[in-house]
């Protein structure tokens, strides 16, 4: 067992934890923070992304040890009570939902890439959540989710 501590969405955690446990299943089973969702385990969906010191991770992929001083952001951080994020509340506004299982991770996607560049392009947008899967029905209201952040964040 080994204690680290963390910023969890502005909270600091101490945790002590097996050096073999993943951030996404600290997150999920001892913080109860469930947004970031279980996927493919391998990386490969972005399901479990969370932002960690300002850069989209695959949750599942680290080792919760690794995280000692980290500042991670999870989905449910975004909120202030019932006020939602800018791109929270975007996608909403363009029915970038669908069945929401890829919701979180699209979400922090779209968060971080507005981060480092705010004049994203289409192009740029599709690339950025490249290695966040949907199921459902496709990635065009996602896309206009996180453009219209943007055009809203320009002025």
Known sequence: MKTIQVK?????????????RTLLDVLREDLALTGAKRGCEAGECGACTVIVNGRPVNSCMILAVEMDGAEILTI??????TQLDDMQ?????????????????MILMG???LAENLQPTEETVREYIGGNLCRCTGYENIIKAILAVAAARKG
């Open 111 to 113: 968060k971080a890439l």
């Open 76 to 81: 449910e951080g975004l909120s202030r009570g």
């Open 8 to 20: 969890v969405n502005g909270y600091v955690e101490k945790l002590t934890i097996a050096p073999n």
């Open 89 to 105: 509340q975007s996608f909403i506004d363009e029915f970038a939902l669908q069945c929401g299982y890829c919701t979180p991770g």
